[in-house]
């Protein structure tokens, strides 16, 4: 497999507020170069420790394909090697539209109104 980038979106949370399901809030950082051969789920909590997360506060990681818009329909829990798999196919997939894939980290909110 090659490498390919992967979309982060990381501290803020998932709401139908608006209607659809949407992740609002947060923050957005793309990481270049992820290494297909290598990219697991602790992979995954690897690249966010970088950011200051903690495995312990993240309650669940999802991804997407970018080229689908709806998440209620479209959003996959990450948690395993095919799911690892199934990323990296869908950055192969868009390989000739930028090569990336989603990654939506859900965080416990602590403190709090």
Request: proline share 3%; hydrophobic share 35%.
């Given at each position: 497999?090659?490498?390919?980038?992967?979309?982060?979106?990381?501290?803020?949370?998932?709401?139908?507020?608006?209607?659809?399901?949407?992740?609002?809030?947060?923050?957005?950082?793309?990481?270049?170069?992820i290494?297909?051969?290598?990219?697991?789920?602790?992979?995954?909590?690897?690249?966010?420790?970088?950011?200051?997360?903690?495995?312990?506060?993240?309650?669940?990681?999802?991804?997407?394909?970018?080229?689908?818009?709806?998440?209620?329909?479209?959003?996959?829990?990450?948690?395993?090697?095919?799911?690892?798999?199934?990323?990296?196919?869908?950055?192969?997939?868009?390989?000739?539209?930028?090569?990336?894939?989603?990654?939506?980290?859900?965080?416990?909110?602590?403190g709090?109104?």
């Amino acid at each position: 497999m090659a490498y390919f980038k992967l979309k982060v979106y990381h501290g803020g949370f998932f709401t139908y507020r608006n209607g659809p399901l949407e992740y609002v809030g947060g923050e957005t950082t793309m990481i270049e170069e992820i290494d297909g051969d290598r990219w697991s789920v602790f992979e995954a909590y690897a690249e966010l420790k970088q950011f200051g997360y903690v495995e312990e506060n993240i309650p669940s990681l999802w991804f997407k394909d970018p080229t689908h818009e709806d998440l209620e329909k479209n959003l996959k829990l990450f948690k395993s090697d095919a799911d690892s798999i199934a990323m990296c196919k869908i950055a192969e997939c868009t390989r000739l539209r930028k090569s990336r894939c989603f990654l939506l980290v859900d965080t416990l909110m602590l403190g709090g109104s």
